[in-house]
């Protein structure tokens, strides 16, 4: 096979990018800014996970709107109903998520009472419409989800200090820094993400969260592992004319891995299924923003830090 | 690296043979692999089955159907029966010694014994020591610390406080954990389902599963009734009052009668003749006093003696049966029942008997269950969510495939070999390790095909920077995989740190992502770093090309 045409994409590529930081770094501020406004004004549409409640996933005929089932769910007098369909369904059958806040009372007279509350939906939902299936329901009682609610945040909080830690043992803890940095940005624009599009947050969007903070790592990583060697290699050249040779040398992978990565969510994204949707997205997302930030942040932040050469002394 | 030693290539047949022979059976379908004798209700290994792995990953909930449910333990209720039992003990111990306390009662967490006369506190401690002894562990022996903490009040020189120890109350929660599981086993058995798992789940809870059953509320009613029975004999010449709340002398209790609209009341003796571990046997029967089926049941040597001598004892009154504070039967004893078996009828649908029948076998619950999580998947949206997993696999899988080919031609061909060697023995893996394919796991896998490829796509672009170095076309592979090594590791680390925290932390179908994920990141080094570069070492050696194709 001769037809490779990696060929044609040079190994090394000399685009300014550390030269541009400043508009990068001036960029992700405002990125920044706008997801904690966007948190804080609108907020996360958490899902049944973390909300705690009851939940069905029922598949209706193409007739069907949120509306109808809105009405059926709010004559139970059960609390606000929340109906939310499914998007990417290759079917003609539509498939909707309707679910109940949790019900009021105390311990486990709540929790029988939310139970009531899930056998009460189905039957009015199957009553009311001839064509409807009920394909799964979920009940999380408050506690739980209050402990999901510790766990899931618990997770990236563990797994982030992980890493750090990681790093600081294979890097030296300048480059640690430049990674925390560059991690937390992509937490903070995934979490503003969600806050935009109000897709549902649940324990999934967690998974791929703790995933994005692998995978930009990952990226982070191979571009710092480049900066070290690149340092010893060239001991005359300036800090800042290493950093964007190493992004260049190392720019051809980043871009085919990202590709390759992106193929297979989009392939899960759009055939998946309904679970997995928010999964798939937050993912998308995050391959996305985990490259740039790995490029545009984690790297030029290194020259704030001042890595250190080896043999040299801090002066 | 240029170089693989006999062991070396041995090692690595080894590693890819195990592979596909645990994935294997995942593409073959089960009458091929088993003799399924439906009558029977056995299935063996048929013909090469026998000698080969035979078995197929283990489908989660989400993917098969089936229900699953959180039970939470109630376990105040468990220490305040704790705390009440000895409180009873410590009256009885007292009575005996002729040492008449003013009162005994459960205050707080303790028994506070108030005695008349303060001069007998020393010797009141001394008898109520005996109902001291070291703690009782799970495994059945005696633990290092005692399973009270009893003191004399140093402020009320008539009062002595006894407390539950730490290690008592631990041994207790231990206990009525297994009990309940064993309980719960037994129920869920009664179902006829197959392959239930019943865990506990945490400090305090029971995790039950059952692949199939699309109602949840038959299990949570199954599970989340405690089934405490007991035998009663009414007492007639006490009103109970219209609502059931008249005042009772001591020594009765006053329950609603089941299956009476307006809800009926009667007062019994609180004292148990009999409860439900006298019981052997329950059916569902007929009798020719009731229509419909009824609850036949059958007493053990000794409950047989004692229901004989109530029966012949207290002819023409009524007894009642007691399950969990409702009287569900209460028949006047019309002569004596001497053989130890008796009926529990009216009002009983079969569907209601069979209950009932599954819980007396089974018996009771040491302490009442509630349901606090629950997630249904009907087995038809699990099959839709395999056959959309697997195709978003094929065509994620085909897309990298692509790509790969398209960038990379011939290395892209060893790189995507490699790929297809990794889902196997992400497959293999699965299936030999007995861990269980979720829905988020298939997420796992179509992710890790996106990202394995990595590891490759670092190793070739090292070496065309390489070969641009001038350097001949094995000197570039050997200085290509030596140098990709520590970028691949660091990299994979990382993502290997995250899915070990996802699996440690994470729960449900989310801890089935990790797994796929953390195999995943295993077997894409291995297919990466030792398999594509076999692939290329041996295109090396068959073609020996003047320069590199990249």
Known sequence: MTFALIKYLPTTANVPFIRGRMIALGFSALLIAFSLFEFASVGINF?????????????????????????????????????????????????????????????????????????ALEAALTENFADLTVRGTTVIGGA?????????????????????????FRFEWQYSLGAIVALIHDVILTVGMFSVTQMTFD?????????IVGYSMNDTVVVYDRIRENLRK?????????????????????????????????????????????????????????????????????????????????? | MLYFGRWKLLAIFVVILAGVLYSLPNFVPEDVRYEIDEAAGTSEPRGIWRFIPSSTVNLGLDLQGGSHIAFQVDMDEVRTAQLEGLAADARQTLRNEQLLPRSVAVIGEEVVVLLIREEQRDQAFESLRQLNGPVTTVSGQPGLAQMYDMRRDPDDPGAIRIGVTDEQFEAIKERTLRQSITVIRRRIDG?????????????????????????????????????????????????????????????????PVANTQPVQYLAVETRQLLTGENLTSANVTTHPSYTGPVVGFRLDTQGALVFGDITTNNRGRQFAIVLDDEIITAPRINEPILGGSGVI??????DTASQLVILLNAGALPATLTPVEQYTISASLGRDQIESGKLAIMIGFAAVIVFMVVAYGVFGVFSVTALLVNVVLILGGLSGLGMTLTL???????????????????????????????????????????????????????????????????????????????????????????????????????????????
């Open chain 2, 440 to 550: 988020p796991g298939i997420a796992g896998i179509i992710l890790t095909i996106g990202m394995a490829v990595d590891a490759n796509v670092l190793i070739f672009e090292r070496i065309r920077e390489e070969v641009q170095h001038g350097r001949t076309p094995a000197n570039a592979l050997q200085a290509g995989y030596e140098r990709a090594l520590a970028a691949i590791l660091d990299a994979n680390i990382t993502t290997f740190i995250a899915a070990a925290v996802l699996f440690m932390l994470g729960a449900g179908p989310v801890r089935g992502f990790a797994v796929t994920l953390g195999i995943g990141i295993v077997t894409s080094v291995f297919t990466a770093f030792v398999f594509s570069r076999l692939l290329a070492v041996l295109w090396l050696r068959g073609f020996k090309p003047k320069q590199l194709p990249i």
């Open chain 1, 47 to 119: 899902g049944i996970d973390f909300r705690g409640g009851i939940q069905t996933e029922v598949e209706t005929g193409a007739e069907t709107t949120t509306e109808d089932l809105r009405t059926v769910a709010a004559a139970l007098n059960l609390g606000e109903p929340r109906i939310q369909e499914a998007g990417n369904q290759l079917q003609e059958s539509r498939t909707f998520f309707v679910s109940l806040p949790l019900q009021p009372g105390e311990g486990n007279e709540a929790e029988l009472a939310n139970q009531a509350a899930r056998e």
């Open chain 2, 191 to 255: 179902l006829g389902t197959t392959d239930p798992t019943i865990a506990r789940s945490g400090d305090d809870r029971i995790l039950v599963q059952v692949p199939g059953a699309e109602d949840p509320q038959q299990i949570i009613d199954l599970v989340g009734t405690q089934a405490a029975l007991s035998f009663h004999l009414v007492d007639n010449t006490v009103d109970p009052g219209p609502n059931g709340q008249a005042r009772v002398p001591p020594g009765r209790t006053i329950y």
């Open chain 2, 345 to 350: 009828g009216g009002g009983y649908t079969y």
């Open chain 1, 234 to 315: 060239y001991k005359k050249m300036p800090l800042s004319e290493v950093l964007n040779l190493s992004i260049n040398d190392t720019l051809s992978r980043t871009i085919l891995t990202s590709l390759t990565t992106l193929a297979a969510l989009i392939s899960l994204y759009m055939i998946g299924g309904a679970s997995l949707e928010g999964f798939a997205f937050a993912m998308i997302w995050g391959v996305l923003i985990g490259t740039y930030s790995s490029i545009f942040v984690a790297a030029p932040i290194l020259l704030f830090t001042e890595v250190q050469r080896e043999g040299t002394q801090p002066s």
């Open chain 1, 144 to 168: 739980v989800s209050q402990e999901l609610v510790v766990t899931g945040f618990t997770a990236i909080g563990v797994a982030l200090f992980l890493m750090l830690i990681y790093i600081w």
């Open chain 1, 203 to 211: 324990l999934a969007t967690v998974a791929a969260i703790l995933t």
